[in-house]
Nanobody, 115 residues
Framework: QVQVVESGGGLVQPGGSLRLSCAAS????????GRWYRQVPGKQRELVAT???????NYVDSVKGRFTISRDNAKNTVYLQMNSLKPEDTAVYYCYAFIASRDYWGRGTQVTVSS
């Protein structure tokens, strides 16, 4: 049974940093495409960053220059390094993984940016 589990969320002050991890288990297949989404109550889920199997990356404009998505194929894990965090980055962050032609979602991890 394939599982995708996020970790690394928490409370951080404005200007601080966090690193989120998204680990896939229960499969011999690699994460083909990894994405991070975020959602605030009452709003639609927003695509934040994408990384492909070849390492190409894309970001929503609001996080460009502050967030970095990366991957460790040996650990079958995708990361989101978040720097210079702002209160408006507060949200539940979800990992999406495309593995062996199927979609998998994590349950989310809360990120709160507040002084």
């Amino acid at each position: 049974q394939v599982q995708v589990v996020e970790s690394g969320g928490g409370l951080v002050q404005p200007g601080g940093s966090l690193r989120l991890s998204c680990a896939a288990s229960g499969t011999m297949s690699s994460i083909y495409v990894g994405r991070w989404y975020r959602q605030v109550p009452g709003k639609q889920r927003e695509l934040v960053a994408t990384i492909t199997s070849g390492g190409s990356t894309n970001y929503v404009d609001s996080v460009k220059g502050r967030f970095t998505i990366s991957r460790d194929n040996a650990k079958n894990t995708v990361y989101l390094q978040m720097n210079s965090l702002k209160p408006e980055d507060t949200a539940v962050y979800y990992c999406y993984a495309f593995i062996a032609s199927r979609d998998y979602w994590g349950r989310g991890t809360q990120v709160t940016v507040s002084s």
